[in-house]
């Protein structure tokens, strides 16, 4: 299987063990390890303990309560009964590409005359484009719905009204200016929604405003819960409340794909497709849906996602797996100078800011991310020519990341995202005057923060404790990811039994573990460099995992990090 495995950071972590619960969730309850995991996840009372572990239409406000919800239904039901011309704006990312697939689908099933736009990252970049909207307007196109973007773009709102163009804004990104002048503008992170959840991504909105639309047809709209899955999954929103139930239920959906696209790409990944979890759309499915928009056009994936041909669905399968290894090179192309750059500053800033001419656009997310996961300091990616500047930013979650671009809005001719990834556009001219602006608010706001990662550790327990009905509990919680991650445990006093390095240049490190009668197989992935503080017995932090090899299931560790047991005990809440 090729694809993105997850990265450590090097180095020894500071560990955080969460505060016992003294009294259970929900009493009836006799398992305290399931009660603690989710009274860290902070699900307390016997209905949210229910409804989170079950993951089912309780988790789904009545999508009404979206704002402009009822004008935006209203206007599409019109276009529907008029034969209008409906085009779906979307994006290049798989969050934008799924949530167009459903809109575009789930429209046309209705009768609706409906055609996807899919803009091009290096030569449009992220946001609604008038010049798009101008080509729209000349084609006879009378509605234009966004997916995923818009909400920002208060001057092609303006446009699109001033041509006659009835513009619905579907998204979720955090708003950095008043709300567009629209038709209709759905999105839960607006200051006056009263949607109970502002977690949802954008294939979730447009998840949403389908539901409403079929709502007065008696239609439901479950069959592309496995395409929001994978919006919402990849675009790593937290997987709590409503996107729960999205992925558990979408998830199920991809193990038995009726999409032949996914099916292939589910095939030519290596999956075994009747056991696709969170974690393979996160590792494997979502970044090479990506790959198709960082290193070309995007449509590639949009085809793969909606094409009815068996003999369609395999070529474009292969296709993206070619993009995707283009992507894998470009990246580690881009990072291996990145690294240089980032590591040559790590002494005087707070945050990494790293800029070339020859930095590939499509790539400039993943550089920075890896530079977060090595480094641990906010990081930004810029491609620096022909008079322009623009880049992408990941963070940590002690730096917000578009509350610092927002202080240098006055420098930024655009700019948008979430608190942990955003990107930007700028003249060339006010790069430095950029630079210095966020290497001082990074200044300030990390002056006192440990810039080491920080495990947050589930639990303190035995290590002899986790038998199959343990680990089958514990699995009781998934999907994981952010907002629920996967639980993590602190074991004292393993006993080591063998260890060494493995994988290209020792980079990964494998031990053999006893714990009272039983042996256990751990894996630390980029802990290679450690295995020279390895000790006969040993503090362990660590996941619970399958191992599955010639058709046997075995629980095996995943080792985060670990201290000779000699070390101080950790204070609860420490």
Known sequence: MQGDA???DRGHKRWKVLASLKEPCRPEDGSPLINQLLHNRGIDGPELVDAFLNADQRLTPDPFRLP?????????????LRGEKITIYGDFDTDGLTGAAILVQGMAALGARVTPYIPSRFEEGHGLKISALENMKDQGV???????????????????????????????????????????????????????????????????????IYRSTGRSADSYLDLVALGTVTDMVPLLAENRFLVKKGTELLKNSRRPGLRELIRVSGLDGSKIEAEDIAWVLGPRLNAAGRVEHASLSYNLLTTASVEEAAKLARALE??????????????????????????????????????????HGLVANRLVDEFYRPSIVMETRDGKGHGSGRS?????MIEALMECRDLLSRYGGHPGAAGFALAEENVPRFIEALQEIAGRQLESVDLRPEIVIDI??????????????????????????????????????DSRVLGNGGSHLKCKLRAGNAVWTAIGFDLGELAGEITRSIDIVYHLHIDRWCNQEMIELHLLDFRPSASPPLKKGD
């Open 460 to 497: 303190e327990m035995p290590l002899s404790v986790y038998l199959g009905k343990n680990y089958r509990t514990i699995r009781k919680l998934a999907p994981f990811g952010k907002g629920n991650p996967e639980p993590v445990f602190l074991s004292r006093g393993v006993q080591v039994i």
């Open 68 to 80: 402009d919800m009822p004008q935006a239904v209203s206007r599409i039901h019109e276009a529907l």
């Open 6 to 8: 997850p990265r450590l």
């Open 142 to 212: 009378s509605l234009v719905i966004t997916v995923d973007c818009g909400i920002n773009d208060n001057e092609a709102a303006d446009f699109a009204r001033s041509a006659g163009l009835d513009l619905i804004i579907t998204d979720h990104h955090t708003l950095t200016a008043p709300v567009p002048d629209a038709l209709a503008v759905i999105n839960p992170k607006r200051p006056d929604s009263s949607y109970p959840f502002d977690g949802l991504c954008g294939a979730g909105v447009a998840y949403r405003v389908l539901e409403a």
């Open 396 to 400: 940590i979650p002690e730096f917000n």
């Open 322 to 363: 070619e993009k995707n290894a283009r992507r894998q090179a470009l990246t580690e192309e881009v990072l291996a100078t990145a690294r240089d750059q980032a590591a040559a500053m790590l002494e005087r800033s707070k945050i990494l800011i790293v800029s070339s001419p020859h930095y590939h656009s499509g790539v």
